[in-house]
């Protein structure tokens, strides 16, 4: 009988950097009455700093480390489904830290809400001048008024997941996209019309520096375009996705033009 509440993934590459917030989030779990598993997915077997990661946490109990030749953050999240135990799923990156002034509060929700197949929480945006911003997983706000595909929750460090909603909807993580697919997966699990509870915690302190600031808006709405397309479930909303994914686009454009104009005249002047 399954008797873990939570299953947390982490796929990991290179984390000499990120080791001791590994460290930190195990040893908050270790603290917690709380059935829990870490999953650690690599695709590199000499990668000398998870071998040293493997050694140092050889003697500890929930942790599960999984090879996945498969060199995609998103094939590795898919290893992480397929390995997990938990009730829930939680995916989030070896530099993201599980925030230890809502951890109880967090442990209780999951422990009050295991009939959800999806639990909203809001996170910590930590920029570089170490100011702190809360971001929202929420089902409310004008956008997601009209619809789910332009509005929230798309914030995926804040969002917990059933495993067996994911299994038998059968969802799977796009390994064809580069930076969206957490967010076509969300909006796949969406379409089904899960059971959701929002709860207003700020459960995750993640950085700015993720792979996916890197690319472009232009990159990130482009592969929502191919996500929608490429999911059968999610293809009757292509249209709508390519609209409003123009219009933002053009937007955008327009007001990065007018602010360089701007900066220009100013030198000018």
């Known amino acids: ?8 993934i982490i796929p990991i590459k290179d984390i000499d950097n990120w080791e001791s917030n590994i460290l930190k989030n195990i040893n908050l779990f270790k603290k917690l009455k709380i059935s829990y598993e870490f999953l650690f997915i690599y695709s590199e077997p000499k990668d000398k700093s998870i071998r040293k990661l493997q050694r140092i946490l050889n003697n500890e109990n929930n942790i599960i480390f999984c090879l996945e030749t498969g060199n995609s953050i998103y094939s590795a999240m898919n290893k ?32 009050n809400n295991q009939e959800s197949d999806l639990i909203l ?5 930590k920029g570089q001048n170490e100011k702190q911003e809360i971001l929202k ?17 798309r914030i995926h460090q804040g969002i917990i997941y ?35 509870h929002v709860e207003n915690l700020p459960i995750i ?8 600031s890197r690319s472009s808006f232009t990159s990130n709405y482009l592969e929502h375009i191919k996500g929608f397309y490429l999911v059968p479930r999610l293809r009757k909303y292509l249209f709508i996705i390519i609209i409003s994914r123009t219009i933002l686009i053009l937007y955008k454009l327009i007001i990065s033009f007018f ?3 701007i ?5 000018i002047f």
């Open 1 to 8: 009988m399954n008797n873990i509440l939570l299953s947390i």
């Open 80 to 111: 992480g489904i397929e390995s997990a135990s938990g009730t829930f799923l939680i995916f989030i990156g070896a530099d993201d830290l599980f925030n230890k002034e809502e951890i109880q509060n967090f442990k209780n929700t999951l422990i």
């Open 121 to 125: 929480f809001e996170v910590l945006l």
């Open 137 to 153: 997983n929420t089902e409310g706000g004008i956008a997601s008024l009209v619809h789910w595909t332009l509005g929230q929750p």
């Open 162 to 196: 059933k495993r067996s909603y994911i299994i038998s909807k059968k969802i799977k993580y796009l390994t064809k996209l580069k930076v969206t697919s957490d967010y076509i997966f969300t909006s796949e699990f969406l379409s089904f019309k899960p059971l959701i």
């Open 205 to 212: 302190i993640f950085n700015t520096s993720g792979f996916s």
């Open 259 to 261: 602010q360089k104009f």
């Open 263 to 267: 900066g220009i005249c100013k030198r």
